[in-house]
C-alpha cells in the first residue's frame, strides 16, 4: 500500500483545513488509518484513526477540532481540521495498519505516507 497525503499549506490561526490520505497499490479498505503529527524538536504523536467501519477514535492532541473519516470506495482517509492553532504547526502524516494498537504506540505500523505540512500562522 502507498500512501498519498496532501492539503497542508499555510493558514491563518482559527481557520480550517482538510488534509485527505489516498491509498493505492492494493486496498486498505480493512486497515485501521490513522493521522499523525510531528511537530519540529516534538515526537510525533497520533491524531486520530478510524477502522475499515468507520469507528472513530481521537486523542487529546486535537480532540474536540478534528475529524477524520474515510471513503473506501476512494481508498481515501480525511481529517478535517477546524479552530487552528499556531501550535497545531506541524507535517501530518497518514498511516495504515490492521491493528488499531499499533496507531496507538505509533510504532511498527503497516504504511506510512509521506507527510504534508500545515502551518498555522498567528
Known amino acids: 500500500v502507498q500512501l498519498q497525503a496532501s492539503g497542508g499549506g499555510l493558514v491563518q490561526a482559527g481557520e480550517s483545513l482538510r488534509l485527505s490520505c489516498a491509498a493505492s497499490g492494493r486496498t486498505a479498505s480493512n486497515y485501521y488509518m490513522g493521522w499523525f503529527r510531528q511537530a519540529p524538536g516534538k515526537e510525533r504523536e497520533l491524531v486520530a484513526a478510524i477502522s475499515s467501519s468507520g469507528s472513530t477514535y481521537y486523542t487529546d492532541s486535537m480532540k474536540g477540532r478534528v475529524t477524520t473519516s474515510r471513503d473506501n470506495a476512494k481508498n481515501t482517509v480525511y481529517l478535517q481540521m477546524n479552530s487552528l492553532k499556531p501550535e497545531d504547526t506541524a507535517v501530518y502524516y497518514c498511516?495504515?495498519?490492521?491493528?488499531?494498537?499499533?496507531?496507538?504506540?505509533?510504532?511498527?505500523?503497516?504504511?506510512w505516507g509521506q507527510g504534508t505540512l500545515v502551518t498555522v500562522s498567528s
Open positions: 498511516a495504515a495498519d490492521p491493528l488499531l494498537r499499533s496507531m496507538v504506540v505509533g510504532t511498527s505500523l503497516a504504511y
